[in-house]
């Protein structure tokens, strides 16, 4: 991390790393402890990111996203998510404009590498929720069986899409 950030005094990391570890996600899950291991991952992840986005080597970052694939594939969707904008802005701001799509290329061959790697493990849920009660739409919710039946998981659903509709207009 310091030769990443060389002008980093070592008062502000320690400052940085003490925020990092005391941060609200840690509090609120410190006693689950399955939810941990991505904030151990984070920062490796985000150090073989930046790598590949600076020097073009993928394969830590492929070992780092499989892993946090394997451990837990829920919160792995949201980091995937994150990596993919932040890569984008590492790519733009790190990378020399003739390399540019060399490094999203294998970005995205790390990204497909990790999901196969990491398939055994969530596959077979793809394949449990697609053949379960959960995997329909939205709408077919509503045109499905008689209105009236679970009206108050509609009327749950109805009520949060007004308010986050409200939201957006206000």
């Known amino acids: 991390f310091m030769r990443i950030f060389p002008n980093l005094s070592g008062k502000s990391g ?10 609200g ?6 006693q689950n402890n399955m939810w941990l291991d991505m904030m151990i991952l984070f920062p490796i992840l985000l150090l073989s990111l930046i790598r590949l986005a600076e020097d073009g080597k993928w394969i830590g970052f492929t ?4 892993i946090s694939m394997y451990l837990n594939f829920y919160i792995s969707f949201m980091v995937v998510l994150f ?13 020399q404009p003739q390399k540019r799509g060399s490094h ?17 493990v969530w596959l077979p849920v793809v394949k449990q929720l697609s053949g379960s009660g959960r995997s329909g739409s939205t709408l077919s919710l509503f045109r499905s069986g008689d209105f009236f039946s679970h009206i108050g998981d509609k009327a749950a659903m109805l009520a949060c899409t007004g308010m986050a509709g409200a939201a957006a207009v206000l």
């Open 25 to 30: 996600y840690a509090m609120m899950y410190y």
């Open 63 to 66: 070992l780092c996203l499989s």
């Open 83 to 95: 990596s993919v904008i932040f890569f984008s802005l590492a790519l733009k701001m790190c990378c």
């Open 14 to 23: 320690i400052l940085l790393s003490m925020m990092y570890s005391f941060s």
């Open 104 to 120: 999203a290329a294998r970005f995205i061959a790390a990204d497909l590498c990790a999901a196969m790697i990491s398939a055994v």
